[in-house]
Structures are given as C-alpha cells and as structure tokens.
C-alpha cells in the first residue's frame, strides 16, 4: 500500500488537468457557415476529453485509512476536541490504535477512505462554535499519519448534527479545486443542565419576565411600606403609662 501511495503521489504531483477555456464561438452559438460548426463541435470534443482526466484523476486515487472520535452525548457550553487521523499505510485496526493513545476515548469510527496528495478537512454544524486547531488544508504523507483537530463547543441542546467532509484537491487550470469524496455526518445528544435550562428559559421569554418580574418588586416594595406603617403606628412605652396619660388627658 505504501509503495501504490507514494507512486500515485508523486504521479498526481507531477501533473495537473488542464481544463481549456472554451471558444466563445461555442458559447454564443454563431452561424458562420460549416467551419463555425465544425469548431463547435471540436471544443466539443476538448472539452469531454478534459472533463474525463478528472475522473481518470479521481480514479486513481489510492485507498487509505480515516479514524475519528464520535462523542454521542455531549454538554451545553463543555468543549470537546474532535480529532481526524488519515493514514496511506495503517491499517483501519491501527489506526484506531493510535488515535485511541492519542485521546483516551473509546467512542471511535474507522473507514477506508481515498487519498491525495493534498487533502482538506471541514468541519460544520449549526449551534456548535467550532474552532480549528490545525490547518484545514495538509499534505498527506505516505508513511506517517496526518491529523486534524477542532475544538468544539455545543451552544443549545437537544440533538445536534456534525458534518465532517473530506476533500481531495484538484488542480484545474492550474488551480487548486476541492472535490469531495466522503462525508460523515452524526447526531448527537446535547445535554442541558438545570441552571442553563433556567437561563434559555428566561432569554426566550424574556419579554414578559420583566415584567413579571418588575411587578414582583412592585408587590415586595408595597408589603414592606405597610409593615413599616405597621411597626410605627405601634404605641411607644408601658401600656399602664399609656392608659394613665389618656385618663389625665381627659
């Protein structure tokens, strides 16, 4: 595997698909007697012969190994590192291995995957803050292993989907073009905890807590007043006295 690899490799380094442009008199379909046909179906041709370099290209791509963590819970706001090893030599059982020494996690997956020189990794998913901390886009090796990381935080609950894609690059017209050739997506569980719970609550419905919550204040302010009006209407002194006072008085 490691000898197809690496001749695959320096093949694809050594030659990029050049995609020609084609003519304008194709596009715009002019009739200018046989010859203007004639040159429409010849770009025709070109062009076909071209496009089928890529699949040849895509064709050619030797077989390796991918292993991935999995997490099938997580928490709202805990990071998670979500890490990607590829291999044009281990096999899959290795590979977990290694990836396995790596993170101490047993939550793993593992699958045959095809490779190129230079691969690009992505990682999405709608309420997850997603930080990458390898470069996205890596030459692959023949021997050693390549790995991409992203720390990965969970920002609502309930179950949420990554997307990880893995891309192969093509050079057309001297460009360097991603093309895809797997995708995995996975569901996971976001747990909530009580407080977080309690705070979501309040930010969705915050336009009627405040003013729940102002007349709350409202009815403790007004019970206060009427026990302090209370405490001071309360007579001062022995009630004897009191008594003995009123009568003089009178």
Not at 6 to 31: G, H, K, M, N, Y
Not at 47 to 55: G, H, M, Q
Not at 101 to 106: A, D, F, G, T, V
Not at 216 to 226: P, R
Request: a positive charge; aromatic letters at 8%; glycine letters at 6%.
């Amino acid at each position: 595997m490691i000898q197809n690899f690496a001749s695959t490799t320096r093949r694809q380094t050594q030659q990029a698909i050049e995609i020609p442009a084609l003519d304008r008199r194709f596009l715009c379909c002019e009739v200018g007697g046989p010859g203007s046909w004639i040159r429409s179906l010849q770009n025709l041709w070109v062009l076909f012969r071209k496009l089928r370099l890529v699949d040849e290209y895509l064709k050619e791509l030797p077989l390796g190994n991918i292993a991935f963590n999995a997490p099938k819970a997580m928490k709202v706001d805990e990071q998670i590192g979500i890490h990607v090893l590829v291999s044009g030599s281990s096999s899959m059982g290795d590979i977990r291995a290694e990836l396995e020494r790596r993170i101490k996690e047993k939550e793993f997956e593992a699958y045959a995957i095809k490779l190129s020189p230079l691969m690009e990794a992505h990682l999405t998913g709608e309420n997850f803050t997603i930080q990458a901390v390898t470069p996205e886009k890596q030459a692959v090796a023949s021997s050693a292993t390549t790995q991409w990381q992203w720390d990965v935080t969970p920002r609502r609950g309930g179950l949420q989907v990554l997307h990880l894609a893995m891309n192969v690059i093509v050079y057309v017209r001297n460009s360097p073009e991603p093309r895809t050739v797997q995708t995995f997506d996975r569901t996971i569980e976001i747990k909530v905890s009580t407080m977080r719970r309690v705070k979501d609550w309040a930010r969705d419905n915050w336009f009627w807590v405040l003013p729940l919550i102002g007349a709350v204040i409202a009815i403790v302010k007004w019970i206060l007043k009427k026990s302090i009006d209370k405490q001071s209407d309360k007579p001062k002194g022995p009630i004897g006295f009191q008594q003995l006072d009123k009568n003089i008085a009178s």
